[in-house]
């Protein structure tokens, strides 16, 4: 059972559905979405950034229970939300610190939690790489970075989103048949250790803990788990945390991450919303970059729109309110 003040669960309702769900937009993306300009030939300059960012939030935010943006290129997006949807907003730097050891998370230079919520925002989200099995030392630092950054949300009295990336430091790529092996113990560790109550964290925004990729009836390649093995992982994952958590959507496509949140829930997990990021917008980006922002709003008034209420109709199916899990004090 999450206890909640009276100021958070105000807030976390404002970033919900009424049903105590969450169906929110993710379009923090920075570093990525430069490299999204690049790959298409085009300059990822911070006007043509920012003006992706507002058309997504003007034409999809009146679907979404809130947003996640970025104070780099998203404040115009934030002001141009729908009135009935959240904000939440991203507090550390894209990517991580190239210059020491264990992907390494750094806060934006000039904001501090005071400052987020003076830009209108109901939330503060946190991204953090973290292999549980790297070292004592690397990881310690990034225990503390989380705590440090949880005082501060409890002494503005706002919700705090922990966003959990695995890798693991002896290999390359984290899409590959290697990972997908010991992805369950790094997913599912990593929200063990970070439901503990020293961090403050009061959402955690997690991957599923298995590549769907890779599962048996879901694979065009090789089988890694079987549907049984597969659906256990979630089970499990959704013992170690007390806490709500969200699934992210990691960039697949929006049938697959649809077909995922049918089998996490068949397998007996109790999540409760998204934060859905590529796999509801990623299309708009090269009408967008080509072709102008009139052409992009036509793409997301028609298969942007169906991404975001497909999604959110499995949503309503699938999750769990997270209302039924926390206690006011």
Same mark, same amino acid.
């Given at each position: 059972?999450?206890?909640?003040?009276?100021?958070?669960?105000?807030?976390? @309702?404002?970033? &919900?559905?009424?049903?105590?769900?969450?169906?929110?937009?993710?379009?923090?993306?920075?570093? %990525?979405?430069?490299?999204?300009?690049? @790959?298409?030939?085009?300059?990822?300059? &911070?006007?043509?950034?920012?003006? $992706?960012?507002? *058309?997504?939030?003007?034409?999809?935010?009146?679907?979404?229970?809130?947003? /996640?943006?970025?104070?780099?290129?998203? $404040?115009?997006?934030?002001?141009? #939300?729908? +009135?009935?949807?959240? /904000?939440?907003?991203?507090?550390?730097?894209?990517?991580?610190?190239?210059?020491?050891?264990? #992907?390494?998370?750094?806060?934006?230079?000039?904001?501090?939690?005071?400052?987020?919520?003076?830009?209108?925002? =109901?939330?503060?989200?946190? $991204?953090?790489?973290? =292999? *549980?099995?790297?070292?004592?030392?690397?990881?310690?630092?990034?225990?503390?970075?989380? +705590?440090?950054?949880?005082? +501060?949300?409890? %002494?503005?009295?706002?919700?705090?989103?922990?966003?959990? /990336?695995?890798?693991?430091?002896?290999?390359?790529?984290?899409?590959?048949?290697?990972?997908?092996?010991?992805?369950?113990?790094?997913?599912?560790?990593?929200?063990?250790?970070?439901?503990?109550?020293?961090?403050?964290?009061?959402?955690?925004?997690?991957?599923?803990?298995?590549?769907?990729?890779?599962?048996?009836?879901?694979?065009?390649?090789?089988?890694?788990?079987?549907?049984?093995?597969?659906?256990?992982?979630?089970?499990?994952? @959704?013992?170690?945390?007390?806490?709500?958590?969200?699934? $992210?959507?990691?960039? *697949?496509?929006?049938?697959?991450?649809? #077909?995922?949140?049918?089998?996490?829930?068949?397998?007996?997990?109790?999540?409760?919303?998204? /934060?859905?990021?590529?796999?509801?917008?990623?299309?708009?980006?090269?009408?967008?970059?080509?072709?102008?922002?009139?052409?992009?709003?036509?793409?997301?008034?028609? +298969?942007?729109?169906?991404?975001?209420?497909?999604?959110?109709?499995?949503?309503?199916?699938?999750?769990?309110?997270?209302?039924?899990?926390?206690?006011?004090?």
């Amino acid at each position: 059972m999450l206890k909640l003040t009276e100021n958070k669960k105000a807030a976390l @309702d404002r970033l &919900s559905g009424t049903d105590g769900r969450i169906y929110s937009l993710a379009i923090d993306q920075r570093g %990525a979405m430069e490299r999204m300009f690049v @790959d298409l030939g085009e300059e990822p300059t &911070s006007e043509a950034i920012e003006g $992706l960012k507002k *058309v997504v939030s003007e034409e999809l935010t009146q679907y979404a229970s809130s947003i /996640l943006l970025d104070p780099v290129y998203g $404040l115009p997006g934030a002001k141009a #939300r729908h +009135e009935d949807a959240g /904000l939440l907003l991203a507090y550390e730097q894209t990517g991580y610190d190239p210059n020491k050891e264990g #992907r390494q998370a750094r806060l934006i230079d000039n904001l501090s939690v005071k400052r987020i919520l003076e830009e209108g925002a =109901d939330g503060v989200k946190i $991204l953090l790489y973290f =292999d *549980v099995d790297e070292s004592d030392e690397i990881n310690d630092q990034k225990k503390a970075f989380v +705590e440090r950054v949880g005082s +501060e949300c409890v %002494a503005e009295d706002t919700p705090y989103f922990l966003e959990i /990336l695995t890798y693991d430091a002896n290999m390359e790529d984290t899409k590959s048949v290697e990972f997908a092996k010991v992805k369950p113990h790094k997913v599912n560790k990593a929200m063990e250790e970070f439901s503990k109550p020293q961090y403050n964290v009061d959402v955690l925004k997690v991957e599923t803990p298995v590549n769907m990729n890779f599962v048996e009836g879901y694979s065009e390649d090789e089988v890694v788990y079987t549907k049984e093995e597969a659906a256990q992982y979630y089970k499990e994952q @959704d013992e170690t945390t007390h806490l709500p958590y969200i699934f $992210l959507s990691a960039g *697949v496509s929006a049938k697959l991450f649809m #077909r995922t949140l049918e089998f996490a829930q068949e397998s007996g997990s109790t999540f409760n919303g998204v /934060l859905c990021g590529r796999a509801t917008w990623k299309g708009v980006v090269e009408p967008f970059a080509k072709e102008g922002v009139e052409v992009a709003r036509e793409w997301l008034r028609s +298969e942007g729109t169906e991404n975001i209420t497909e999604l959110n109709k499995v949503i309503e199916r699938t999750a769990t309110p997270w209302t039924d899990i926390v206690e006011v004090i």
